[in-house]
């Protein structure tokens, strides 16, 4: 065997992934960007419209206001999902039996697929049959309409996707809590710093990659959030729930505006993208494509 | 011819120059070490020789076949790393066995190369573990024996000694010893120790800034050594090296060091550079301390190392050359002590001013 | 999992708030448990009858007795098991080739991977859906199987893991006469088995739960996985089957993952551990 030989048998044991990935994600990709300059329907055909669908979604009040909802909604997963999933996982960073019983209880959920959670929560939301329902009633009170009243939608789809996502986060930081080196805690005892300041001076400091990589995981997450509202609102009342990927899903799959939904594919691609890259910025993961040899 | 050649070897790293244009050739069953410091090169030669690497220029030749265009596994070398490299999902038998299945040797047989070469080796009992169940020790024995089994006509051995501890060290460099004695293949192993070249090599080959620096046996490295670069590098402790100016004398050289002190010593003055600038190299060991004003020289002593049956001592001459002698054991000198320094002449070797080493006739 | 300060005792305030979050956790779980023991007809027009007994089987015993489910559970477990092996094969393969060998465009064709991490599926779902048409690949296990294999974590995760091999074995083996791929089957990936179940795990879960693609592609009920098939149920439930066999479906369709997940607990929280270095 050659060097030459040697040399491309590499590109062998690639091909196979590259292939179907090129196929697959990188071409629909691009054919993606090309479509979104046509004006497409489902029977084909297609006239170059530039950025007409663009202009158009620019234009579009359902669309910005889809927008608007998946921020909002991401807006009130994300700070909350952090922050309880930072303090489950301080309070559970112990070797104790009940700790470990109780980080699979605030995990579980984690494993469930999206339709089996808006299965349980279409149950525990609906003011007539649900569980808060019945509570509520019990109580002697009115049941909140959660999925039909304009204002309590997102909240009821953000209280949803908290449940269903709060264990993720709660694992990432049990993992970076281990990684804080003890002699950090010895050394913050001998100079006699209280709890208090230990948690702010130490262990909070040492969880900053973490929770830079938990905000935007999840902020890229819930900006894609997509089964909550189709399930459960359909993104009503009166597109008070519609999500961004939903708008995309209805436009494509629903009216078969091709075009026009491929204009919004790409600009929530450019936002994730965005997002995805301040991650990798701020924890240093662009490093890692290098070949640190 | 047989044995291994080495024709102008050349190899850069990135427009880094590692070795340039290496020449060395090995005998049939003879076993050579690579000498020399850290990033010399040594390992890179190692491995252009095992096909790990390849040269930019130059050829290897391998019992009148050149290898340096074969996959390393075709090329009869078997290697030992220096972390010993044993697969570690495998038993010992599986490890050993695994260059033989490649090679389709028939199941009866490998079984059999196994059983003999573990037993050679005594590491039976070993034969069903896996290496993270085995002292270090035993692991080195195992990747010797992964060595063994192939039958190679050339052993590689990269730093094989250097993981183990101090004792575990000596023992397995007399059992190293002792195989080569049983294996019909020459050897080449890399080493930063000395001790470890000294003892077990046929020749030693010393390494430095991309060349090779002189490859003879153990004994001639240090009594003539090529240049002054192999002269420090190897003894401990090293040779002590000064400027001195050659003396007008007979066939042989006497020289003035630069405290004004004459030693006759007996390089022939043949072949000797022209100008006067030497350097005068010597042993501790032909350096004695006698009383002040009773030998060579005086010396004020500025460090006395005592290492039980005798003492090494570091001292300084007027003119400030640093010179390191012997003692006994018991010696009384100081720190800060004038002594005398008796110096043989005989012992001294000289060095031109590019270095090359000049010694007194062989004999 | 060693604790840093395991010697101290939680507040009792602490443990109260614990308990209470368990408990918020813990209640949509054990409702729906209730909801799918309670015989359908009881809870038309009220649900919380479910609080209280009798409690029965006949909702599981339907599900057996109902063809549709039987089949989304063996669609999604041949389509969830296909990607994962696929994933295991090329990621594996893909892995090694990064991690060990050169070749021309290797760094520039690692970082084109790398970049398919910040493509979310939503973008490419369009003309990903027109792909598969033009090859007559939706509503089949292929077209449902494919587009799973294409994620680049895991070419991303098997180069990482192969690179922290020492290379000293690879060229073992090649004094050893190993061929590069019997190198890489007999020596690198016998190596990496926890990565390969963390990647499994991770894959797995990924699979069953996905409802994006199978939504879009799986059209025909006989073709629906149970995310797919859930969804349809729920979205008529009124008109067909009851609130305790809508719910019973549900326990159904989870209970092949709680399995995974408490034979693999290790391995996710070994993946977690690393993905919090990195
Ligand atoms: N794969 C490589 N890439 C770049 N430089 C290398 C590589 N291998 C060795 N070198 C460099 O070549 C020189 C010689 O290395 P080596 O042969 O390992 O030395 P030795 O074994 O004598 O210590 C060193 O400077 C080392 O840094
Ligand atoms: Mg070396």
Redesign the interface.
């Known amino acids: ?1 050659t ?1 030459a030989e040697r ?8 091909a ?3 292939l ?2 090129l ?7 691009l ?2 960007l090309w ?1 979104s300059l046509y004006q497409v329907d489902l029977f084909g055909g297609g006239t170059f419209v530039g950025l007409a669908n663009y202009a158009r979604l620019a234009a579009d009040p359902v669309f910005g206001q889809s927008l608007i909802n998946t921020f909002l909604v991401t807006l009130m997963i994300v700070p909350l999902l952090t922050v ?1 999933a930072l303090a ?1 996982a301080l ?6 039996r009940s ?2 019983i ?1 980080r ?6 984690a ?6 959670v ?7 939301l609906a003011p ?4 808060l329902g ?1 509570l509520w ?2 109580l002697g009170r009115e049941p909140l309409p959660f999925l039909s009243a304009p204002n309590l939608v997102l909240p009821a789809l953000a209280m949803t996707t908290i ?1 269903w996502s ?1 264990g ?1 986060p709660m ?10 080196p ?1 002699d950090m ?1 010895e050394a913050a005892a001998l100079d006699r710093a209280s709890k208090w300041t230990t948690f702010w001076r130490v262990t909070l400091p040492s969880l900053r ?2 929770t830079i ?1 938990v905000v935007m995981l999840q902020t ?1 997450a819930q900006l ?1 959030i ?2 909550q509202s189709q ?1 459960l609102t359909a993104g009503g009342p009166s597109g008070a729930s519609r999500t961004a ?1 939903l708008f ?1 899903f209805e436009t ?2 629903g009216r078969w505006e ?1 075009g026009y ?2 204009a919004a ?2 600009i ?2 450019l936002i ?2 965005a997002v ?2 301040t991650q990798y910025m701020l ?1 240093g ?1 662009v490093r ?5 040899r | 011819m047989p044995g291994l050649q080495l024709r102008n070897i050349r190899k850069a790293f990135k427009g880094t120059e590692v070795l340039a244009g290496v020449d060395l050739d090995v005998a049939p069953r003879e076993f050579i070490a690579f000498l020399g410091p850290s990033g010399s090169g040594k390992s890179t030669l190692l491995r252009i020789v095992a096909g790990l690497e390849t040269s930019d220029e130059g050829e290897v030749i391998l019992d009148d076949r050149r290898i340096d265009t074969l996959p390393p596994g075709d090329r009869g070398v078997a290697m030992v790393f220096q972390h010993y490299a044993l697969y570690p999902h495998m038993t010992v038998r599986e490890n050993m066995a695994f260059g033989l299945k490649n090679a389709r040797v028939p199941r009866a047989e490998i079984d059999g190369l196994v059983t003999d070469a573990a037993r050679t080796l005594e590491i039976e009992e070993l034969l069903d573990r896996k290496p993270a169940q085995m002292s270090g020790g035993q692991r080195q024995r195992v990747a010797i024996g992964r060595a063994i089994v192939k039958k190679p006509r050339l052993f590689l051995l990269d730093e094989p000694l250097s993981n183990l501890d101090a004792a575990l060290r000596l023992r397995t460099r007399v059992e190293l010893a002792q195989l080569r004695q049983r294996v019909d293949a020459g050897v080449i192993m890399v080493t930063h120790d000395q001790a470890e070249a000294m003892t077990l090599a046929d020749r030693i080959v010393v390494f430095n800034d991309r060349r090779i620096q002189q490859v003879a046996p153990p004994m001639e490295i240090y009594s003539r050594p090529a240049n002054s670069f192999v002269a420090r590098f190897v003894g401990s402790p090293a040779m002590t090296i000064i400027p001195a100016r050659l003396a007008d004398g007979g066939a042989f050289a006497s020289v003035l060091l630069g405290n004004g002190t004459r030693l006759d010593t007996q390089v022939p003055t043949d072949g000797l550079p022209g100008s006067g600038a030497v350097e005068i190299g010597m042993r501790p060991e032909g350096v004695r301390v006698c009383g002040q004003g009773q030998g060579t020289t005086d010396a004020e002593v500025q460090l006395v190392e005592r290492l039980g049956e005798r003492s090494l001592v570091y001292a300084r001459l007027d003119d400030g050359a640093a010179i390191t002698a012997e003692d006994a054991g018991t010696t009384s000198a100081k720190v800060g002590d004038r002594v005398g320094l008796s110096i043989d002449g005989a012992a001294a070797h000289l060095f031109g001013p590019d270095g090359t080493g000049y010694h007194r006739a062989a004999a | 999992m060693a604790a840093s300060r395991s010697d101290d005792r939680l507040p009792p305030l602490v443990w109260a708030a614990l308990l209470t979050a368990a408990a918020l956790m813990v209640a949509p779980l054990v409702w729906t448990l209730l909801l799918s023991l309670k015989s359908n007809a009881e809870l038309v027009g009220n649900s919380g009858a479910a609080l209280g007994g009798p409690y029965t089987l006949e909702n599981y015993g339907a599900i057996f007795g109902n063809s549709s489910t039987m089949r989304w559970l063996l669609n999604s477990a041949i389509v969830s098991l296909g990607t994962t092996a696929g994933v295991l094969v090329l990621a594996s393969l893909a892995g090694y080739g990064f991690a060990r060998l050169d070749f021309p465009f290797r760094r520039s064709l690692f970082v084109l991977v790398l970049l398919g991490l910040a493509i979310p599926s939503q973008a490419v779902i369009l003309p990903q859906h027109q792909l598969f048409a033009t090859l007559g690949l939706h509503n089949s296990y292929p077209g449902l199987i494919l587009p799973g294999l294409i994620g680049p974590f895991g070419v991303f995760f098997m180069t990482q893991y192969m690179r922290a091999i020492p290379k000293e074995l690879d060229e073992a083996a090649m004094l050893d006469g190993a061929s590069r791929f019997t190198i890489f089957w007999r020596v690198i990936l016998p190596l990496t088995i926890p990565a390969q179940s963390t990647l499994a795990v991770f894959t797995f879960l990924g699979s069953w739960n996905d409802y994006w693609w199978p939504l879009i592609s799986a059209t025909r009920s006989d073709m629906y996985t149970l995310t797919v098939g859930l969804a349809a149920s729920q979205m008529n439930y009124a008109q067909t089957s009851g609130l305790g066999f809508l719910m019973a479906q549900a326990v159904f369709a989870s209970i092949p993952i709680f399995i995974v997940y408490i034979i693999f607990q290790k391995q996710i929280v070994r993946a977690m551990a690393g993905a919090a270095l990195k």
């Open positions: 065997m060097s040399r491309w048998q590499g590109l062998l044991f690639v196979p992934f590259l179907l990935y196929l697959i994600l990188i071409y629909p990709l054919r993606g479509l309880v489950l309070a559970l960073n112990r070797a104790t700790a470990a109780l699979g209880v605030f995990f579980s959920s494993v469930l697929s999206v339709t089996i808006t299965l349980i929560w279409r149950f525990i007539d049959a649900g569980l019945e009633t019990a449940w709060v993720f694992l990432l930081f049990l993992a970076g809590l281990q990684q804080i003890q805690y990659r973490t990589l890229a894609q997509f089964g399930l990927v995309l494509a799959f091709l939904a491929s594919a790409e929530l691609f994730i993208l995805t890259l924890t993961r890692a494509g290098e070949d640190g």
